[in-house]
C-alpha cells in the first residue's frame, strides 16, 4: 500500500511538473511599482517585454523636458534567477539648448535579479539586483537590495528598495551658448548616489492596484560616497492594472525637500542638470509569453 | 515638444505588436462541483450561516488565516437523510483576478475534494488539474498545508497556489465551527 501511494504520489508530482512546464507560466516578473522593484522574478523560461516611458519634467530655471525610453526584455534563467536587457533611447528638450533637441541612442543596460526570498512562500520577499549600463558617454553600475512584504492574502504589497550606483562620465567641454566660450574643460566626472525607495500599493479591485511610492536619493562626487553634493526627496502616486498577459504601471513623483551642499556643478546659462528635475512621469506597459 | 503629443503611442509600439489572449473561464456551476464532491448525495441543503466574531476568531486561531465573509455558502450533501458532508464555495485573490473553488468537508473534517469553478487568470491553470487538487484529498486541521511541502507549488502561480492552500485550510476550520 505504501508502494502503490509512494508511485502515486510520484506520478502526480510527474504530472503538475509536466503541465507546469509544458504552460510556461509567466506573470510574476510585472512591475507593480514604477521606481520601486519588488522581490519577484520571472518563472525558469519565461520571457516578458517591456516599454518604459519616463519623462523627466521641469527644472526650476525654466523649461526642461527629458524622455527617456526603455525596451526592456526579461527572461527567467531558473525560478529565482532572472535577467533582462535594455536598450536605452532619451529624447531632451531644454531652452539651453534647443537646437539640440531629438531622440538619442542613450545605451544599453544588462540586469541580473536572483531571489533569496520568495515573497509567497517565505515570511517576506528579498533579492539582490545588479545592472551595468554603458552609453556612449558613460558607464555606470547599480546594485540594489528588493524587499518585499505581502499582507492581507496579496491585496496589500509593501515594498523598500535600497540602492547604491556609480557612474563615470566623459564630459564635453562646457560652453557659454551666447558667446561660445568655453567655460571649464572636459574630462572624466566620477559620480556615486544612494537611494532609498518605500512603497506601498492596495489591491482596491480585481486587475487594479493603487500606491505610492517615495524615493530619496543622494549624490556624492567621486565612487567613494564621501563628498555628498546634492539630496531629494520624491513622492507620488502609483497606479497598477494587469489583465491576462499584459499590465500597464503609471508613477508620477513630485520633489520635495531638496538640499545642495558644497559648491555647485558648473552648469551653463540655461541649461539643467537631468538628475535633478522637479517632477517624474513614469508608464511601464508588459506583456509575458 | 510635439513628440511628448505622440510618445506615448510611439514609445509602446514593441509591446504592441505582441499578440496575447486573456483567458476568462468559469469551468464548473455550484450545483455540478457539489455533485463531483459528494457524488452518492441525493440533496443539498443551504446551511445559512452569520459568523460571530467568536466563530471568525476560532477559525483564525485554527487556521492561522481571517475568514472575511461573514455569510459563507455552505450545503449540507445529504444521502437518504443522513449528512455525507458539507460543500463550502470560496473566493481567493489569484494574481489579478479572484479565483472561486468549492471544498468538500467529510463529517470528520477531511477534505473530500476541491473543485475549482472559476479561474481567470492568464497562467497557472494547472491548478484545475486532477493531480494538484488532489494533493489536498484527506487532509485535516493538522496537517502541514506547505507549498513547496505537502503542495507541490506551480511555478510562475505561485500567489494562485498559496492562497488556494490556505483557502482550503480555512474552510476547514470554518467547517469546524459552523453548527454541523
Known amino acids: ?289 | 515638444m510635439k513628440l511628448t503629443r505622440h510618445w506615448a503611442l510611439l514609445a509602446l509600439a514593441p509591446v504592441a505588436l505582441v499578440e496575447t489572449r486573456v483567458v476568462a473561464k468559469d469551468y464548473l456551476t455550484v450545483e455540478a462541483a457539489q455533485k463531483l464532491l459528494f457524488a452518492g448525495a441525493d440533496r443539498f441543503t443551504p446551511l445559512p450561516v452569520k459568523l460571530d466574531d467568536a466563530q471568525v476568531a476560532r477559525i483564525k486561531a485554527l487556521s492561522g488565516k481571517v475568514q472575511r465573509n461573514r455569510t459563507p455558502a455552505i450545503w449540507r450533501a445529504q444521502a437518504g437523510g443522513k449528512t455525507l458532508g458539507l460543500v463550502i464555495v470560496d473566493e481567493v485573490l489569484g494574481k489579478h483576478e479572484n479565483i472561486t473553488y468549492a471544498v468538500g468537508v467529510s463529517p470528520d473534517g477531511k477534505v473530500v475534494g476541491v473543485e475549482i469553478l472559476s479561474y481567470r487568470e492568464a497562467y497557472g491553470g494547472e491548478v484545475r488539474s486532477p493531480a494538484w487538487r488532489a494533493q489536498f484529498d484527506g487532509k485535516t486541521l493538522a496537517s502541514p498545508f506547505k507549498l513547496d511541502g505537502d503542495i507541490a507549488n506551480i511555478s510562475g502561480a505561485t500567489l494562485s497556489c498559496r492562497n488556494l492552500t490556505d483557502g482550503v485550510r480555512r474552510l476547514l476550520a470554518l467547517a469546524a465551527v459552523v453548527p454541523a
Not at chain 1, 20 to 28: E, F
Not at chain 1, 107 to 115: K, L, P, R, T
Not at chain 1, 139 to 157: C, H, I, P, S
Not at chain 1, 204 to 228: C, H, K, M, Q, S
Open chain 1, 1 to 289: 500500500m505504501i508502494g502503490l501511494r509512494h508511485t502515486l504520489a510520484i506520478a502526480a508530482a510527474a504530472g503538475i511538473t509536466a503541465t507546469s512546464m509544458a504552460a510556461r507560466p509567466a506573470h510574476a516578473g510585472e512591475a507593480l511599482f514604477g521606481y520601486l522593484y519588488t522581490a519577484e522574478v520571472m518563472p525558469a523560461g519565461a520571457i516578458e517585454v517591456e516599454q518604459w516611458v519616463t519623462d523627466k519634467i521641469g527644472q526650476e530655471n525654466g523649461h526642461f523636458n527629458e524622455l527617456q525610453l526603455r525596451t526592456e526584455i526579461e527572461f527567467g534563467v531558473t525560478d529565482r534567477f532572472q535577467v533582462a536587457g535594455y536598450l536605452n533611447t532619451k529624447y531632451e528638450n531644454e531652452t539651453a539648448a534647443p537646437g539640440d533637441a531629438g531622440l538619442k541612442f542613450d545605451g544599453f543596460s544588462f540586469e541580473a535579479i536572483w531571489q533569496l526570498k520568495n515573497p509567497y512562500k517565505d515570511s517576506f520577499g528579498l533579492a539582490l539586483y545588479a545592472e551595468p549600463s554603458i552609453a556612449p558617454d558613460e558607464t555606470e553600475f547599480e546594485f540594489k537590495v528588493l524587499a518585499q512584504k505581502n499582507l492581507m492574502d496579496g491585496r496589500l504589497v509593501l515594498a523598500a528598495n535600497a540602492v547604491a550606483e556609480w557612474v563615470v562620465e566623459q564630459q564635453d567641454n562646457l560652453t557659454d551658448p551666447l558667446t561660445g566660450h568655453v567655460i571649464a574643460a572636459g574630462g572624466t566626472e566620477k559620480i556615486s548616489e544612494l537611494q532609498m525607495l518605500l512603497g506601498a500599493s492596495y489591491r482596491v479591485a480585481p486587475n487594479w492596484f493603487i500606491g505610492a511610492e517615495y524615493r530619496y536619493v543622494t549624490e556624492f562626487e567621486g565612487l567613494g560616497f564621501d563628498e555628498r553634493i546634492e539630496s531629494a526627496n520624491y513622492i507620488g502616486p502609483t497606479v497598477h492594472f494587469a489583465k491576462g498577459k499584459w499590465f500597464a504601471t503609471l508613477t508620477w513623483l513630485t520633489r520635495f525637500g531638496a538640499n545642495d551642499y558644497g559648491p555647485q556643478p558648473l552648469v551653463p546659462p540655461g541649461a539643467f542638470e537631468p538628475d535633478v528635475t522637479t517632477n517624474g512621469l513614469r508608464l511601464k506597459v508588459g506583456v509575458s509569453f
